[in-house]
């Protein structure tokens, strides 16, 4: 795994800190829904399924919030340009929730848990600050939902509808499960059995695209691995199921932290971001869907051009 030692760590002011409220995804009847509409169909007709869709696979704490923002946070703020998608019904509540994503990291506030039975959808629209022609805009739709919910699948039993209808969908899916550096032990069997629900579902799983996440790796006392071994050895000793399948079928793995974490009065919160885990995961997203690097240099011609403008 490559480091990325030109990203500085952003600091944050203690003055700021009672300024944003932590993210929430909870409504009720008596206020305006905030947030992504929940789906509540059984069907398994899913509108506007013309995009990429992300779905985050995980127990609860295990980290999937914090990744998808700070991930979404490294696309926008280093990357390119990411917005809502227009003409899907969710534009507005995306906008918001991306606002409160983007306004909370930057001061060091992490998301909450997510909502039992509900699935936070974002159609967004990257635009990369590439201007290799190969480097093209992608739309993506990313899914998640609550960590209880991933629990109902143990011993053969099944998703909530609003999971079920995106899992039996016929669209394009990308899986990110993700587990924790100190949880990762007693996520192995779940995992499996998330992995037999897929290929129950009829998703070959030597052909999907998928990356498993050990989150949470400052735990270990290091922001990265010392050789790509260390990260092996981890997985093999605390996921053995896992680590068979990612051998057998050719998944990817990686580590991920959002940086330094400091528990105060009950609530932890950012001290230090580092963005170099989000880079990689942004990276292998946009290439496992594209076919193209997202820093990919151009073609003979286009460096030629690019050497002239620049």
Partial sequence: MDNHDHFKPLSFDSEAEEMLKPLSFETNN???????????????????KDSNFVFFFG????????????????????????????GTPNSKEANVLLSDFFENIRQGVLPNRTTRDQVTRLDLVFEPNNKSKRVVP?????????????NEI???????SSIESFLNANIP?????????EAAHRDDSLINEFLDELERKG?????????????????????????????????????????????????????????????????????????????????????SIVGYDLDYEGTFWERLKFSFTS
């Avoid at 947030?35 to 899913?46: E, G, H, K, L, M």
């Avoid at 739309?139 to 991933?150: I, K």
């Avoid at 990260?231 to 399948?245: C, H, I, K, N, Y």
């Fill in 30 to 48: 008596n206020t305006r829904e905030d947030f992504v509409p929940i789906a509540r169909t059984i069907s398994n007709d899913i509108k506007n």
């Fill in 59 to 86: 127990t609860a704490e295990s980290g999937k919030s914090v990744i998808l923002s700070s991930m979404l946070y490294y696309l926008r703020s280093h990357a390119g340009v990411l917005r809502p998608k227009l």
């Fill in 138 to 150: 992608v739309d993506l739709t990313f899914l998640e939902t609550s960590g209880e919910n991933h």
């Fill in 154 to 160: 143990r011993r053969g039993g099944s998703y909530h």
């Fill in 173 to 181: 899916l990308t899986f990110i499960i993700v587990t924790s550096y």
């Fill in 203 to 287: 998703k070959n799983l030597k052909s999907v695209n998928a990356i498993l996440i050990v989150s949470k790796w400052d735990k270990s006392g290091r922001m990265d691995v010392e050789s790509p071994e260390e990260l092996d050895g981890f997985v093999s000793e605390r996921l053995p199921m896992t680590a068979q399948r990612i051998d057998t079928y050719g998944l990817s793995k990686t580590y991920y932290t959002i940086g330094s974490v400091q528990n105060a009065v009950g609530q932890e919160k950012v001290s230090l971001l580092n963005l170099s885990t989000a880079e990689v995961l942004s990276k292998w997203l946009y290439r």
